[in-house]
């Protein structure tokens, strides 16, 4: 009797736990995500903090720091010179028509990648990350080859009075090329995974194509379409190499913010370039503030 109550136990043993028993740890107790001890882990976070510190944390300090080393009078000065808010004018403008340019193309490139299936359509998904790939410089190259005077296009347009390279269009053309993979590529996983079961049923209840969009596709991609726009807005701002190609870096006509640094740089007014340097640094902790707002809200919803 007493070793068949043994066997029955050891065989209990290996098959788990009895019926309703609750597998896993106690309710409340902490899981270890890894079983490595604990001065590993301290040890890997605090190589990333130090990382983070010294390669993100330290240079925008020291950009503040210079920025006011010689008093808030001098950086208001650098701040309100007339080639500085041209600087932040032509940087706005230019993101104000890059942004919304990307914002069409990419939920049409995300409608018909995540709903149709069609020829080109892994071609499409390649030229989407493109700009991902290609330098920003070789971009510029490309427009300046295509619509400089001397370009393909260059003695047309030249005849014609209009001029692309060196001016606004060669700027938004180069800011909406290096910006547009952000809008698509936030949407598509999402709509990918979302289906198409809702807009089905609108059709078939008598919705039309764009009652459909507006009321049953928009509301479910607000929050991932408002991501990338954060994106795509805080890369326009402070793009530098491909509008440093085509900008041709006039003062105070064709300089944007990241352009403008580099003049005042170049010129030895190191102060008026941290001054200025200092506004991009607001702007991408701006970015990155609502990055986190949106986040939090896509996850509670």
Known sequence: MTDALAMAARRSARVGPPLGAPIGP???????ATDEPAWVRRTVIGVAIGF???????PLAAVVVEALRAGL?????AIAEPAALSAVKLTFLASAIAVPLNVVFGVAAAWAIARFRFP??????????LP?????????????????????????LTDHGIKVVFALPGIVLATTF??????????IPLMES?????????????????QTFVRVTLPKIKWGLWYGIVLCTARAMGEFGAVS????????RTATLPLHVEILYNEYEYQAAFAVASLLVVLALASLVARRVIARRVEVI
Do not use: K
């Open 26 to 32: 106690p309710i409340g107790a902490p899981i270890a």
């Open 52 to 58: 983070v510190g010294l390669f993100v944390l330290v």
């Open 73 to 77: 009078a001098a950086y208001g000065r």
């Open 120 to 129: 080109g359509r892994s071609i499409l998904i390649t030229l989407i990350d």
């Open 132 to 156: 991902l790939a290609v330098s920003p410089v070789i971009a510029g190259m490309v427009y300046l080859l295509l619509f400089g005077r001397q370009g393909l296009l260059g003695p047309w």
């Open 178 to 187: 290096v910006t547009f993979p952000f809008v698509a590529r936030e949407l």
């Open 194 to 210: 979302q289906g198409a079961e809702e807009e089905e049923a609108a059709i078939v209840l008598g919705a039309t194509g764009w």
């Open 245 to 252: 190609v085509v900008s041709g870096h006039i003062r105070g």
